[in-house]
């Protein structure tokens, strides 16, 4: 048999096994890292959340620097400048 | 709903996935063995035949990779049924769909350099799937992109639908233009006719179903992969607020 069937053969199944296995391992490393910060969230910062209620200017500024979908709009003009302060 | 009934549907698909994954190994196992010592040598080809039996495999699973990315993408920009998770499928397709055409360049160019005595002509099929690769290489890079996540899905949907039409030229390339690659001998659409026969179309038949079968499995996990970094963003995300919330109370 020739040489090039043999490393058609090799770079294929190569190719296909490294990229699935690497694939799992991500896969493993992304569940540990979601597991750890969730814990972190809910027991290293719970006082926090009991002793102070969400602050939604805030958490708005985070989530739209994070880019995130669920981000309040502000209406226009609400919570700045003048007229709004009562 | 206790927390063992909400585990079990995970649970079962997890066990899929694996069962999945072991039919997979064994097809492509099967195929390999029929390929390399099982079939006999072709009369024109000898044993360059052998690679045949994974190279249109390769491009088959290419088409369907983009083809599911495509009506993955559609659905996520039809309205009534946008949802993230057909974003994260068009995605995962797309980024294997790649993995496979590059396989199917780089087992072609193997056949080829014996076969026509050239690594790369600037045939027709060959130039239209580069630059299908690269198309599909481009739209994963604007994936990356950073941005608001239904901005992000919606241009990469119809940057998506977009470089999916370059799959049909791909396709019928070799009927449009005077093509140094062979028409499809398996089902040839002009005459009809199956030009492969006996433990040859058998072992062909087993790379076809076993490698969209590796297809699933992959698309399954890069899938899952997607999902569980979206839950991390999230995760980080409402860790920064109540960091932030903690930071208002002690100061």
């Known amino acids: 048999m020739s040489g090039y069937v043999e490393a058609g053969y090799v770079v294929v199944l190569g190719t296909l096994g490294t990229y699935g296995i690497t694939l799992m391992v991500r896969e493993r490393a992304a569940r540990r890292r979601v597991g750890s910060v969730a814990t972190a969230a809910r027991h290293r910062l719970r006082p ?9 200017s805030k958490d708005a500024d985070i989530r739209a620097q994070a880019g995130d979908v669920s981000t309040p709009k502000r209406p226009a003009g609400e919570g700045s400048g003048p007229g709004t302060f009562s | ?112 350099r014996p076969t026509w005595g050239a690594w790369w002509v600037w045939d027709p099929l060959l130039t239209t799937t580069a630059l299908l690769f690269v198309l599909y290489l481009g739209y994963l890079a604007l994936r990356r ?63 076809f179903v076993s490698f969209t079968l590796v297809y699933v499995w992959l698309v399954a996990h890069r899938y899952r992969l997607a999902k569980l970094q979206d839950l991390e963003d999230t995760e980080g995300l409402e860790a920064a607020l109540a960091e932030r919330r903690a930071e208002a109370v002690t100061g």
Do not use: C
């Open chain 2, 145 to 207: 992109v950073p941005g608001e996540f239904h901005v992000r899905a919606r241009r990469s949907a119809i940057a998506g639908l977009i470089a999916f039409v370059d799959v049909p030229i791909v396709y019928f390339s070799v009927e449009w233009w005077r093509s140094l690659h062979q028409a499809p001998t398996v089902l040839n659409p002009t005459t009809h006719k199956t030009y492969v026969h006996g433990s040859m179309a058998w072992t062909l038949l087993l790379g």
């Open chain 1, 48 to 56: 926090a959340f009991s002793a102070a209620p969400p602050d939604p």
């Open chain 2, 1 to 112: 709903m206790s927390t063992s009934t909400r585990l079990l549907p995970k649970d079962r698909a997890a066990a899929a996935l694996r069962v999945l994954g072991v039919v997979a190994f064994v097809g492509v196992a099967a195929t390999v063995w029929l390929g390399l010592f099982v079939t006999p040598p072709d009369e024109f080809m000898g044993n360059l035949v052998r690679l045949l039996y994974i190279h249109p495999p390769m491009a088959w699973v290419a088409f369907l990779a983009y083809g599911v990315a495509t009506l993955g993408s559609l659905l996520y920009l039809w309205p009534r049924t946008r949802a993230e998770h057909f974003d994260r499928l068009a995605g995962a397709s797309a980024e294997v769909g790649v993995v496979f055409t590059g396989l199917t360049l780089v087992s072609g160019s193997i056949w080829g």
